[in-house]
């Protein structure tokens, strides 16, 4: 696949050089890896968001959720026990394998929970502007000729 040329965008953008990291992450995303665990994306608000991931049979202490940058990185450590509890599995069709799925978060979007429930993990996110990035109004003032006192001798 050919990268995308960005050169335009720059030319009148300040900032911006994230989104080229984030393109090249997209078109290296491996198939295969898209299909463990299955998820949604929601918006529930106008400045909130909720991951849903389908994490049957793990724990809360086999998830770990960390947030890094811009960043959500949801990890499972799940093992295939062959012999749990005196079972032997004839059939064994809901996946316990360990996974890690990434995902960028825009600037701004702060993780503010997390819960398990029926084997659903659930993230939610929301957008907060920092008060020093929201708009503000700069007063436009005059430049004062500097007075120099003369001293008469």
Excluded: C, W
Excluded at 38 to 66: C, H, Q, W
Excluded at 76 to 82: I, L, S
Excluded at 117 to 128: A, I, K, T, Y
């Amino acid at each position: 696949m050919d990268r995308f040329d960005f050169s335009p965008l720059f030319r009148s953008t300040i900032g911006f050089d994230r989104l080229t990291r984030l393109v090249d992450a997209a078109t290296r995303v491996d198939s295969a890896s898209l299909a463990y665990p299955p998820y949604n994306i929601e918006k529930t608000g106008e400045d909130a968001y909720r991951l849903t991931m389908a994490v049957a049979g793990f724990s809360p202490a086999e998830l770990d959720i960390t947030v890094q940058e811009n960043t959500l990185l949801v990890t499972g450590k799940g093992a295939q026990k062959e012999d749990e509890n005196g079972v032997s599995y004839l059939h064994r069709g809901i996946a316990r394998r360990s996974f890690e799925r990434r995902f960028s978060l825009a600037d701004h979007l702060k993780v503010v929970g997390a819960s398990l429930d029926n084997g659903m993990l659930s993230v939610d996110v929301v957008h907060e502007v920092p008060e020093a990035a929201k708009p503000r109004t700069i007063k436009i003032g005059t430049m004062q000729p500097q007075v120099t006192e003369q001293k008469a001798a």
